[in-house]
């Protein structure tokens, strides 16, 4: 009598022993894995922590004027927008005056890496999508996975294999940022208007100058929310790896939660809001631009 | 006789996961509910033949649904058939390889479409230099065709506008543009003009036909509009479900509709309007030898009946003659068969 409560009470499951075994055999061949290929692995990855910390150092030596002077003229050229770009003036002069400058120069190359290398393979990725319904259904599930699970998680075996430092964060935030970039690659392309095809067809267009002169044009608009969504997620991103080791201004975050320093959290939130808000509506105004065609205005 | 510049032989389409298998039952008298409802197959066309006489403008004609687009569309196989012959200037278009396929579309076919399908990212030039781009041709000389064909659709001064800034009429003239700056022998035009109002429609239809007598490509021309296809067509193709229901000139069907369909369709032509006087005529043996000693009026072979009825009902003449521009006598017409005409 008393076993069977138990039997509903309590979830059978495996012995403990053998659940101990599984977790113990899995890490250690992981790690035999890591140990025996970890160095070559490393070396693979050597290019692109160059191309990061050539961003990094330029960013951070360049003076700060001409930084802002920068992206003030990329944010007027794409919203011929005057209070935006005082806007951004305001904002970039608070974060550097408050001494983030350096910081928010760290995290701004960080997730200018992150979205060129996230642009780099998802584009691709989401033509080849677009183009084979096999691809589709092979690479949909693969992209629901990685979207739900808890970006924490997949710290993990990135951490096991690389170690602490630039790259596995890079990795990580890269993998996290770049669904939306494929998907909405993808979804942009097949969007385009069956008739427009076939148009292009009619006139004896190969799949390349169909792509290249209708698809890909086509689907800019849907492509640059993409670009968008990847700038934010990889924004959001930029805390979570600062702990393994990404600086930044996502390290002081982290190190204000573990300190328990209120203002120091607040202060570099906020500036991880307004590099959020500038990459955002610059983003979304290139983005804007390159419809021009669709209104009716003339132009 | 002029040749054939297209010949459509026994053209099989049925859409669905295993259509060749169902030929046999088509052929076997299965219609197109009875397919859809036992087979879960969608007939769409239905053991077609027809010829297309070179610089003709054939109209095929049919209700949504009649397989005519469907038709068209296997011209330049942009949909691949389940069994038949397309055959243009002699040659199998089904059974050309993928490449030969891009080279016969970019050089012998162009197509203007019902929504237009231009590149809305484009410019007027751009589109109508498209498919020059595609033939990589030398892109000088694609602006100088492509302006050449702008300024004959009347849209000089239009060519750096985006196609969302023109209105409809004017859309479709970059895409009859479009289409005639390739130089194709052969114009597919789907319902070209039916998304259009009706007086940009006329327009157009004046534009085709005054072009087609300069050009005198081969065209085929897609309608569900019995008038358009009466004022366009040299000859006309009626498909009902898929079917070949009627084919033949223009007056002929409209004169002796060979099935009901055809007879509903015709019933409401406004045939004054349609006939020319050259299509009703008689000749002289079948006139009494009273009638063509008395007096007859003049009326102009080219002439369409709502032109001379006005002065016929006036002058009250026994018998009409029918003559050239040069005022020599074609044939005859009595006012008996006029008015049985137009009486129906």
């Known amino acids: ?299 | 006789m002029l040749s054939n510049k297209i010949e459509i032989k026994n053209l099989y389409k049925i859409f669905g996961p295993n259509p060749s298998s169902l030929i046999e039952k088509v052929n076997n008298g299965v219609g197109k509910d009875e397919l859809l409802e036992e087979y879960r197959h969608v007939l769409g066309l239905n053991k077609i033949n027809l010829n297309i006489a070179d610089h003709s403008l054939q109209v095929i004609m049919g209700l949504s649904g009649s397989g005519k687009s469907t038709l068209i569309r296997h011209i330049n196989r942009l949909i691949e058939p389940t069994s038949g012959e397309m055959i243009v200037d002699g040659q199998d278009v089904l059974r050309l390889s993928q490449k030969e396929l891009l080279e016969f579309r970019k050089n012998k076919t162009a197509m203007v479409f019902q929504k237009f399908a231009l590149l809305p990212h484009k410019t007027v030039l751009e589109n109508v230099s498209f498919g020059l781009f595609i033939k990589q041709v030398d892109q000088g000389e694609a602006e100088k065709k492509s302006m050449h064909w702008i300024d004959r659709v009347g849209l000089l001064g239009y060519e750096h506008r985006y196609p969302q800034q023109l209105s409809g009429g004017m859309q479709q003239r970059v895409g009859l543009a479009r289409a005639l700056a390739n130089d194709p022998d052969i114009l597919l035009m789907d319902e070209a003009f039916s998304a259009l109002d009706p007086l940009i429609r006329k327009d157009m239809q004046d534009i085709l036909l005054e072009l087609q007598l300069e050009l005198k490509k081969t065209v085929v021309f897609i309608t569900h509009d019995l008038d358009e296809a009466l004022k366009l067509g040299d000859s006309i193709a009626i498909l009902k479900d898929g079917s070949m229901d009627q084919e033949g000139k223009a007056v002929d069907i409209l004169l002796d509709p060979k099935t009901e369909y055809v007879k509903k369709f015709v019933e409401d032509v406004n045939r004054s309007r349609v006939l020319k006087a050259k299509n009703i005529m008689q000749d002289s043996s079948q006139i009494s030898k009273e009638l063509l000693a008395g007096q007859t009026m003049k009326v102009k072979s080219e002439d369409v009946i709502e032109k001379f009825i006005d002065k016929v009902v006036i002058e009250k003449p026994n018998l009409l003659e029918v003559t050239d521009k040069n005022g020599l006598s074609l044939g005859y017409l009595t006012s008996e068969r006029l008015s049985q005409i137009l009486r129906k």
Not at chain 1, 80 to 85: A, D, E, G, H, N
Not at chain 1, 109 to 115: P, Q, Y
Not at chain 1, 120 to 144: C, E, H, V
Not at chain 1, 226 to 246: D, E
Request: glycine share 8%; aromatic share 12%.
């Open chain 1, 1 to 299: 009598m008393a076993k069977e409560t138990n039997f509903l009470t309590e979830f059978p499951t495996l012995p403990v022993e053998l659940i101990r075994a599984f977790k113990k055999t899995t890490d250690a061949s992981y790690k035999a894995f890591s140990r025996e290929y970890g160095d070559y692995i490393e070396s693979f990855f050597n290019p692109l922590l160059k191309f990061l910390v050539f961003w990094e150092k330029l960013l951070v030596s360049t003076p700060w004027p001409v930084i802002i002077g920068i992206v003030c003229a990329f944010a007027f050229y794409g919203t011929r927008s005057y209070k935006i770009v005082i806007g951004i003036i305001i904002s970039f002069f608070f974060v550097g005056y408050m001494g983030m400058w350096g910081d928010m120069m760290e995290s701004m190359g960080f997730i200018i890496v992150a979205t060129i290398m996230a642009i780099a393979f998802g584009i691709p990725l989401g033509i080849w999508m677009a183009k084979s319904n096999r691809a589709q259904a092979i690479i949909t599930p693969i992209l629901d996975f990685m979207q739900t699970l808890p970006p924490f998680v997949y710290l993990i075996p990135v951490v096991m294999l690389l170690g602490i430092g630039k790259i596995p964060g890079l990795i990580s935030v890269i993998v996290y940022a770049i669904p939306p970039m494929i998907r909405l690659t993808n979804l942009g392309i097949r969007e385009v208007d069956h008739e427009i095809l076939e148009a292009a067809d009619s006139f004896g267009a190969t799949p390349w100058q169909k792509l290249t002169q209708v698809q890909f044009p086509l689907a800019l608009p849907t492509i640059f929310a993409g670009v968008n969504q990847t700038i934010m997620m990889a924004l959001a991103m930029v805390i979570i790896a600062s702990m393994i080791g990404v600086k930044g201004l996502g390290q002081e975050v982290l190190r204000a939660i573990t300190n328990q320093y209120f203002t120091l959290g607040m202060l570099n939130g906020l500036a991880i809001v307004i590099l959020a808000i500038v990459f955002d509506r610059i983003s979304q105004a290139y983005g804007k631009r390159i419809q021009k065609h669709r209104s009716g205005d003339a132009i």
